[in-house]
């Protein structure tokens, strides 16, 4: 689960938790830490008390997925900026004004494409 859109969620729930804005920063701040450290349970807990479900569902759904500090320490990225980026310019080339694709073409071009910006299509022409 990408950091960014976790932090989002948080600070939401922060600020249904607490009405007064000092109290919801520095909630969201604690929380900000536990959520780095993989402790969606201090989280959930304040919110599932206080019965705000709608808040603390997306922690409980995808706690398994916040496990930052390990992922970090294992060289994982926690942002999906990289893989966005990428989407990105992939799909500027294969959906370009009047462009319509089969899906066997898309799947070729995917595979040219993917080996232009790997620097790999040389090799690539070789096999094919």
Known sequence: MDWY???EHLAEASTALYQEEEKS???FKE??????LG???A???PLDQR???????????HKRRMCYQEFREEGYPIGSGTVES??????????GSGMRWSRQGTERMLVIRGA?????FDALWEVA
Request: proline residues 0%; glycine residues 4%; charged residues 25%.
């Open 5 to 7: 859109h976790a932090c």
């Open 25 to 27: 920063k520095r909630w």
């Open 31 to 36: 929380q900000q830490t536990n959520l780095f």
């Open 39 to 41: 402790k969606v349970h």
């Open 43 to 45: 989280i959930t807990g």
């Open 51 to 61: 019965d705000l479900s709608d808040q603390s569902r997306y922690f409980h759904t």
């Open 86 to 95: 990428g989407i990105k310019r992939f799909k500027s080339r294969l959906t």
């Open 116 to 120: 232009v910006m790997a620097d790999t």
